[in-house]
C-alpha cells in the first residue's frame, strides 16, 4: 500500500486519473472491445506469427502471461509503450484502440503498444482484455490515496459514494493536496448514486452475537430475498442491487410501491425483496432471482408474482443532513427509517440491552423465541446488529452479524474440474474461495460437485469458459466471477490451501447472481469459524 501511495505521489495531476485505470485494469476508463482473440492476433503481429497450443499451456495463468511467453519467444524488448512513453502515451494508445472500428484495426493499434518487453507486454495485454492481476482492487487503492494525501481512509471511501469513481476520488484528492482545495468533500452521498452496502460476518449462535456486540444489539428477521436500495427524489425512484445494478425496470411493483408509500421527497432507504408464494410463506431465493432477473415482460412477472420489500436501514433522508446519516448510530438510523417508511413495512425486530459477558437466562429465551418466529415464518434466521454503529459503506465487519439456521456462506468459484462419466461434458467439481479482505487476493478453501441439477452444470460450464483464464490438465482456472452459496458441515484447519481453512462436506445451496465476488466471505470470516486451537495454528 504505501509503495502505491508514493506512486500516486510521484505523478503529474494529468497522470493520476489515467494512471489508476491502468493500475485497475480498466486501460483508458472505457471498454476497449479487445477480445482474447484480438489481443492474440496483435501478440502475434508483434512478436511473430506462432501457434500455441492453449489446451496444454499448463503455465499460462491468464492472458497477460500468454503474451509475456509469445513477447520471450520473439524477442520482445524496447521501443515500445513501456520502454520510452509515458503514462499519458499509453493512455493516449489504449484510447486509440478503444476508438478504433474492427477488429484488424484494433490488432494493428495493440501491436504497437505491445511491441516491448515481456513483462510489460504482459501487463499492458492484462489492460486490453481487463484481466489485471496486481492486486490493487478498489479497496487498496482507496487505502492508498488516503494515505498519498494524509487523510482519514474513511473520508476517501466516502467520496467514492458520490464519485463512483476511483480514478475520480484520486484525482479530486491529489489536486486539494497540492493546491489546498476541497474538490473530494464535493462527493458526498448524493440520491441516485448508489452506496456500496454494509456486509456482514457469521455468528455461530445467538449467545455468540450477544457476546461480540456486548449485549447492546437489534435482533432483525433475515429474510432469503434480495437486497435492494431505493433512492427516492420527488416521484423518481431507482433501485439498486448489492452489485449497485440499476434494477428498477425488473421490480416495477416495489418502486411504485416506494414512490407511493415513502413520506420523504428524497432519500436513500435499504430493505429486502421476498416474493409471497399462494401459502403465504416465502418462495426460495432462486425463484425470486428468476424474477429478478427477468428482462422481458417486468409487468406481467410483477402481476403474476408480486413482490414484497420490508425495510431496515435508512442512508439519507432530505431532513436530515445526509452526509452525516451513515456516521449515525443504528438506533438513530432506524428512527429515521420508521418516521419516512410509512406504507412500507419495516423489518421485524428485537431490541436487547444488558450486560456485556453474557445474556441472562431470561433475555437468550426472548431472542430464541424471536429466532424460531423467523423460521416458522419460512425465513433464514436472524441479523444481529451493534446499538451504537455507524454504517461502513462496502465493508464487511463485526458490527453486522448473521445468525442463520443452516450456516452458509457465499463463496466464489476460482477454477473447476471437467467431471467425469455422466458428467463428463461438464465442469462440474467447482473451487470455491474467499477473499483476503487484506490483499484482495481469493483464496481456496475446499472444492465440491454437491447440489447442482444437470440444466445448472451445463448452464454454469458455459458461464465458466467464458471466464476461463487457464487449464492444466482437466483443471480450469477461471476469473473470480460466479458466487455462490455453500452450506458445509463444519470447517477444519488445512496445511494445503492458502487460506489454512478448509471446508467439510460442502454444497452449493444457490448461485448467487445478485452479489459481486468481492463480497464473498473474507479470511477472517472464515478462520473466525474454525475451533479455537486451529485458529492460533492459522493466524
Excluded at 480498466?26 to 476497449?32: A, E, L, N, Q
Excluded at 428477521?221 to 449497485?244: C, E, N, P, T, Y
Excluded at 433475555?363 to 423467523?374: C, G
Excluded at 446499538?387 to 443452516?406: I, M
Aim: proline share 4%; net charge negative.
Amino acid at each position: 500500500m504505501q509503495l502505491l501511495a508514493g506512486l500516486l505521489r510521484s505523478l503529474e495531476a494529468a497522470e493520476v486519473r489515467p494512471a489508476v485505470n491502468l493500475m485497475l485494469g480498466r486501460g483508458p476508463g472505457i471498454k476497449t472491445g479487445v477480445s482474447w482473440a484480438a489481443l492474440i492476433g496483435a501478440a502475434r503481429a508483434a512478436f511473430g506469427d506462432r501457434a500455441i497450443d492453449f489446451s496444454q499451456a499448463d503455465g499460462y495463468v491468464d492472458a497477460g502471461e500468454v503474451v509475456r511467453q509469445m513477447a520471450a519467444q520473439g524477442g520482445g524488448g524496447g521501443g515500445g509503450a513501456a520502454g520510452g512513453q509515458s503514462i499519458l502515451d499509453v493512455q493516449r494508445g489504449f484510447e486509440a484502440v478503444a476508438e478504433a472500428r474492427g477488429r484488424k484495426a484494433k490488432e494493428r493499434l495493440l501491436a504497437e503498444l505491445l511491441a516491448t518487453g515481456p513483462d510489460e507486454a504482459a501487463w499492458i495485454g492484462r489492460n486490453a482484455v481487463g484481466e489485471m492481476r496486481t492486486g490493487a482492487q478498489e479497496g487498496l487503492l482507496l487505502e492508498a490515496i488516503a494515505a498519498a494525501v494524509q487523510l482519514p481512509a474513511h473520508e476517501v471511501r466516502r467520496a467514492l459514494i458520490g464519485a463512483s469513481d476511483v480514478a475520480a476520488v484520486a484525482e479530486a484528492a491529489l489536486s486539494d493536496a497540492r493546491d489546498g482545495g476541497d474538490r473530494l468533500a464535493g462527493f458526498g452521498i448524493r440520491v441516485g448514486a448508489p452506496v456500496p452496502p454494509m456486509l456482514a460476518e457469521t455468528a455461530a449462535t445467538l449467545r455468540d452475537a450477544y457476546v461480540a456486540l456486548q449485549g447492546r444489539l437489534a435482533l432483525e428477521w433475515k429474510l432469503d430475498g434480495a437486497r435492494v436500495q431505493i433512492h427516492k427524489d420527488g416521484d423518481r425512484v431507482q433501485l439498486w442491487s448489492r452489485r449497485m445494478t440499476d434494477v428498477t425496470a425488473r421490480l416495477p411493483d416495489v418502486a411504485e410501491a416506494a414512490r407511493v408509500g415513502v413520506r420523504a421527497e428524497r432519500a436513500i432507504l435499504e430493505g429486502e425483496v421476498i416474493v409471497a408464494g399462494a401459502d403465504g410463506r416465502p418462495i426460495p431465493f432462486q425463484d425470486v432471482m428468476r424474477r429478478w432477473l427477468r428482462q422481458v415482460d417486468a409487468e406481467g412477472a410483477a402481476g403474476e408474482r408480486p413482490a414484497s420489500v420490508f425495510l431496515f436501514d435508512c442512508l439519507y433522508v432530505d431532513d436530515i443532513d445526509g452526509e452525516a446519516m451513515l456516521d449515525r448510530p443504528y438506533l438513530e438510523r432506524w428512527q429515521a427509517l420508521e418516521r419516512v417508511s410509512g406504507a412500507l413495512p419495516t423489518m421485524p425486530r428485537l431490541v436487547i440491552e444488558g450486560p456485556p459477558d453474557a445474556p441472562s437466562p431470561d433475555v437468550l429465551a426472548q431472542m430464541q423465541r424471536f429466532y424460531d418466529a423467523a423460521i416458522d415464518a419460512g425465513h433464514e434466521g436472524v441479523m444481529a446488529k451493534a446499538l451504537d454503529a455507524a454504517y461502513a459503506p462496502g465493508r464487511r465487519g463485526a458490527h453486522w452479524l448473521k445468525v442463520k439456521a443452516e450456516t452458509t456462506l457465499d463463496l466464489a468459484i476460482v477454477g473447476a474440474d471437467w467431471g467425469t462419466g455422466r458428467r463428463h461434458k461438464w465442469l462440474s467439481n467447482y473451487h470455491l474461495a474467499c477473499r483476503d479482505e487484506t490483499t484482495g487476493e481469493f483464496l481456496s478453501v475446499g472444492e465440491t460437485f454437491k447440489g447442482l441439477t444437470d440444466a445448472e452444470f451445463e448452464a454454469m460450464t458455459a458461464q465458466l469458459l467464458a471466464l476461463k483464464t487457464g487449464q492444466r490438465g482437466g483443471y480450469v482456472s477461471v476469473e473470480p466471477r460466479v458466487v455462490v452459496e455453500v452450506t458445509f458441515n463444519g470447517v477444519q484447519r488445512s496445511t494445503r490451501l492458502p487460506s489454512g481453512v478448509a471446508l467439510r462436506f460442502a454444497r452449493i445451496t444457490a448461485i448467487r447472481d445478485d452479489k459481486p465476488a468481492e463480497q464473498v466471505e473474507t479470511l477472517r470470516g472464515m478462520r473466525s469459524l474454525l475451533p479455537a486451537v486451529a485458529q492460533d495454528q492459522v493466524l
